[in-house]
């Protein structure tokens, strides 16, 4: 069974549309017959996308370290649970557990693990695509800054095209889980 990683915000967020659409995103997980590896906490938008995923009958691996499991944060229901001492340690087996990474609104650790990912898929650490859930204009102004650093050329075109970005899940979903990565010589082949 392929795994997508995603990234979310420990809140809701100020507008329901985000919680609807962690919802759309589940659903679309499970109508592909993804596991949903993530944070593993039982807040905000990774609660709610983890517990719709159960909901329907989906399988979901958290991954979460020990000290968020003792603030009572963790998800207690989950298919499969892996507690890690650090954060590194975290999202190191969190990419390692996945196909593909999708980050859906949330605050600077969403954004710092996608742009994680998205390096380690720059460079060739790993060929695996990186998402933007694009939800009511979330990241919008990252798209911006992004086309700012290639025109600036601190960022190349062909790693800019390197992550997605749509407010569709379905189509966002398939678009990651598609791509073929990059071959030995860096050349990308989706």
């Known amino acids: 069974m392929k795994s997508i990683a ?7 967020g100020a507008n329901f549309t985000y919680t609807s659409a962690a919802k759309d ?4 997980i499970v109508e592909r017959n993804l596991r949903l590896v993530y944070g593993a906490g039982s807040v905000g938008l990774m609660g709610v996308v983890a517990d719709e995923v ?10 979460i ?3 968020l499991v003792d603030m009572e944060v963790g998800h207690t229901g989950l298919t ?34 996608i742009i994680e990912a998205f390096t380690w898929t720059q460079l ?11 939800v009511h204009g979330y990241y919008s102004h990252l798209s911006g800054l ?12 062909t790693h800019a095209e390197m992550l997605h970005m749509g407010a569709d899940a379905g189509a966002l979903l398939d678009l990651v889980m598609s791509k073929q990565g990059m071959d030995r010589q860096g050349k990308w082949l989706g």
């Open 146 to 157: 992004l086309d700012h650093m290639v025109k600036e050329r601190f960022l190349k075109d």
């Open 54 to 63: 159960l909901r329907l009958g989906g399988q979901v691996l958290g991954v």
């Open 80 to 113: 499969e649970l892996i507690v890690t001492e650090t954060m590194h340690e975290r999202k190191l087996a969190m990419a390692e557990a996945s196909d593909g990474f999708i980050a859906m609104p949330g605050g600077i650790g969403t954004l710092e693990e």
């Open 6 to 12: 995603i990234f979310c915000g420990s809140s809701s």
């Open 65 to 67: 370290p020990q000290f």
């Open 124 to 134: 060739g650490v790993h060929a695996k695509h990186c998402g933007l859930f694009n």
């Open 25 to 28: 995103m589940a659903a679309a």
